[in-house]
C-alpha cells in the first residue's frame, strides 16, 4: 500500500495490482481502530478525488453519529479534528468548487510553511488566541527571515478563514479567537523608486559587468513594461510585436485584466529588436534566454538582481528598511513614478500598470508636482 503524497491527500492510499491496476484507499478511525476503506479502482473509472470525497463524506458522518452518542451516553465532548484536517478539507473544497485554484494553492503554500508547524497538530477547539499571536510574532521578530507586515496580515488571513470555514460547516462552534487579532498596518506613505540617474547606473552597470546579458535584458524589460517579475521572466518572443511595438503582457494577479499590452520605448526598440531575433536564431521560446520554463524563473533573477541592487544602491541601508531599501519591485514604482513624474496622467498610468483599482495608482499622484503647477500658471484671469 502506498501512500498517496501530497499536503491535501491525508490518510489517502493507492495500491498498483499486478494486472496494472489502480486501487484507492482512504484511512479513518473508527471506534478507536485505523481502518482502510477501499473506494475503486482506476479502470472502473475511479480517482484519488473520489478516495478524497469519500473520505471526507465518511468524516462528517461519523462526527455526526459521535453527537448523537454524546446525548446517548452522556459524554462531556465530541471528538474535535486537528487544525490540520480543518485546513485541507477547506482547501479541498475550494479547490474543487472555486474557478481560482490558483489562490488556494498559495494559501496552502502559506499554511504549511508559516502556520503548520504551530497549531497543524491541535485540536481546532483548543487553539488559542495567543497560540495565533505568538506565531506572528515569531514571524516578525525571525532573524533570518523577518516577514514584513503585509505577509504577517496573509497569515492571519488564512488561520481567520479556516475558522470561519469551520463554523459555517458544524466542525466548530466556539468563538472565534481570530476575531479582535489586529492586522498590521502597512505603510505606503513612501514608494522608493529609481531617479532618471539612478536608472543609467543600473542599465550602464549591468550592461557591462554582468556577464549574463539576460540579467541586463531582464531589468530593461521590467522599467520598460513596468510589470511584476513573474510577468517580465514569462514575456514570449510571440508575445512582442515590433510592428505595433508593444509586448503582450500576462499577469495573474491583475484582476481586472489578465492579459494586457505594454509599449516598446522607441529609445530601446533596436535592442528589443535585437533580442527577438538572437532569441529566434538559437530557438528560444522566451525573450530573456536562459532556456528554462522553470516556474521559479521570478526567484532566480530575483536573486540574480537583488546582490547588483545591495552594490549600488542600499550599502548604507539596514536590511529591514523596507521602505528605502531597492528591491526588484522597485522596478515596477520606479516605472509608475516616472510615468507620474513626466507629466502622463493617473488614469493612463493605471492602464499601463495595470491596476484594478484607482486607489493603487493614486499613490503616485503626490509625484505630480510639476504638472501641478504648470496647471495653475496656465490660469489667465
Known amino acids: 500500500m502506498e501512500k498517496i503524497k501530497g499536503s491535501n491527500s491525508t490518510g489517502l492510499y493507492q495500491n498498483k495490482l499486478k494486472n496494472g491496476d489502480i486501487a484507492y484507499y482512504y484511512t479513518l478511525k473508527i471506534h478507536g481502530k485505523l481502518k482502510y476503506i477501499k473506494v475503486g479502482t482506476n479502470k472502473n473509472g475511479y480517482r484519488i478525488e473520489d478516495a478524497r470525497k469519500a473520505r471526507r463524506e465518511h468524516y462528517n458522518k461519523l462526527n455526526d453519529i459521535e453527537v448523537k452518542d454524546v446525548q446517548r451516553l452522556g459524554r462531556q465532548k465530541r471528538a474535535i479534528p486537528f487544525y490540520d484536517e480543518?485546513?485541507?478539507q477547506y482547501i479541498d473544497y475550494n479547490l474543487t468548487h472555486?474557478?481560482?485554484?490558483k489562490t488556494y494553492k498559495n494559501y496552502l503554500g502559506t499554511y504549511n510553511k508559516r502556520v503548520k508547524p504551530f497549531i497543524g497538530d491541535i485540536p481546532i477547539d483548543k487553539i488559542t488566541k495567543e497560540h495565533i499571536e505568538n506565531l506572528l510574532l515569531k514571524h516578525r521578530t525571525d532573524e533570518k527571515d523577518p516577514l514584513s507586515p503585509k505577509s504577517l496580515n496573509t497569515i492571519l488571513d488564512v488561520v481567520r478563514m479556516v475558522f470561519k470555514y469551520a463554523k459555517l460547516n458544524d466542525i466548530y462552534s466556539g468563538e472565534d479567537i481570530t476575531a479582535n487579532i489586529q492586522k498590521f498596518k502597512i505603510d505606503n506613505a513612501r514608494l522608493r523608486y529609481l531617479s532618471k540617474e539612478e536608472i543609467a547606473t543600473l542599465l550602464d552597470y549591468t550592461k557591462d559587468n554582468?556577464?549574463?546579458k539576460n540579467v541586463y535584458m531582464c531589468i530593461l524589460l521590467a522599467l520598460l513594461t513596468g510589470a511584476r517579475i513573474n510577468v517580465v521572466v514569462n514575456i514570449k518572443v510571440s508575445d512582442v510585436n515590433l510592428k505595433n511595438k508593444t509586448f503582450r503582457l500576462f499577469d495573474e494577479k491583475g484582476v481586472?485584466?489578465?492579459?494586457y499590452l505594454g509599449y516598446i520605448n522607441d529609445k530601446y526598440f533596436d535592442i528589443i529588436k535585437n533580442q527577438v531575433e538572437y532569441a529566434k536564431s538559437i530557438g528560444s521560446e522566451f525573450l530573456l534566454t536562459d532556456g528554462s520554463a522553470d516556474k521559479y524563473r521570478?526567484?532566480?533573477?530575483?536573486?540574480?538582481i537583488q546582490p547588483i541592487f545591495d552594490k549600488l544602491f542600499n550599502k548604507e541601508l539596514d536590511k529591514n528598511?523596507?521602505?528605502n531599501r531597492v528591491v526588484i519591485h522597485t522596478l515596477r514604482h520606479t516605472f509608475g513614478s516616472q510615468l507620474v513624474i513626466n507629466g502622463v496622467d493617473i488614469y493612463t498610468v493605471q492602464k499601463l500598470m495595470n491596476h484594478a483599482d484607482l486607489s493603487m495608482t493614486m499613490r503616485y499622484a503626490k509625484l505630480n508636482d510639476k504638472v501641478k503647477k504648470d496647471g495653475?500658471?496656465?490660469l489667465d484671469f
Open 210 to 212: 554582468v556577464e549574463d
Open 321 to 323: 528598511d523596507t521602505k
Open 98 to 101: 472555486r474557478e481560482k485554484t
Open 376 to 378: 495653475v500658471n496656465r
Open 86 to 88: 480543518v485546513m485541507n
Open 256 to 259: 481586472k485584466n489578465k492579459e
Open 298 to 304: 521570478p526567484k532566480y533573477y530575483s536573486r540574480k
